[in-house]
């Protein structure tokens, strides 16, 4: 049983360009979040999505968008990327309450 | 704002002695709780969840919760040096999807 993949694992981009990650949840995981971690802090929420809707997001600007496709799978672009987006970007999928993080994709912006 | 609060540490214990890592929030609607660890470098991984208050045991680990003074804590027993490892808290409010995360205690497990 896979668990959370996300590819790619590590990103290295220049200040302004664009960016997508991508995830594929659990087997049976019909939900995906995504969160940004900075180092030395706890994950940061960006949005959730469920249903191919994005269900709920947090205090993130509109550069930051997704998608989530019919076999529960799901994107995050990142456009006109900054210095300060450079973080891990982790990707969760649950079933309910639990969530479970993929290994995350480290993105470095230049 | 909901907050999740953390000393960030580095808590530093003994091998064999009991690690006590607590977490405060500021929401009196939250209802789920949750302990991840997470190794250098690594992502976050589930360890515990509670929603009632007293404890839950798993394990070397066990989880309290107070609902009344708004903490929860982990309690790790018997710790080893491979439990060397930042633990992050938790909690999920009534009404949201997601849970808020704090930034995390630091622990070492010196042998």
């Known amino acids: 049983d896979a668990g959370v993949t996300q590819s790619p694992t590590h990103l290295i981009k220049t200040r302004g360009q664009q960016v997508t990650l991508r995830c594929s949840p659990k087997s049976g995981h019909d939900t995906v979040s995504w969160y940004q971690q900075a180092l030395g802090q706890g994950p940061q929420f960006i949005f959730q999505?469920?249903?191919?809707?994005?269900?709920q997001r947090g205090n993130f600007p509109d550069r930051f968008s997704g998608h989530q496709f019919p076999n529960y799978s799901s994107e995050l672009n990142v456009n006109a990327l900054l210095l300060g987006d450079s973080a891990l970007y982790l990707c969760a999928s649950s079933q309910g309450d639990e969530q479970f993080f993929g290994p995350g994709t480290r993105l470095t912006v230049l | 704002q909901k907050e999740v609060e953390q000393n960030s540490g580095p808590l530093s214990v003994p091998e064999g002695a009991i690690a006590s890592l607590n977490c405060t929030y500021s929401d009196r609607g939250s209802q789920s709780f949750f302990w991840y660890r997470q190794y250098s470098g690594k992502s976050p991984e589930l360890i515990m969840f509670i929603y009632s208050n007293g404890d839950k045991e798993d394990g070397r680990f066990t989880a309290q919760l107070n609902k009344a003074s708004q903490y929860v804590s982990l309690l790790i027993r018997d710790s080893q040096p491979s439990d060397s490892a930042t633990y992050l808290c938790?909690?999920?409010?009534?009404?949201?999807?997601?849970?808020?995360f704090g930034r995390g205690t630091s622990l070492i497990v010196h042998p």
């Open positions: 999505y469920y249903e191919e809707e994005e269900r």
């Open positions: 938790a909690v999920r409010s009534g009404g949201s999807y997601i849970p808020t």
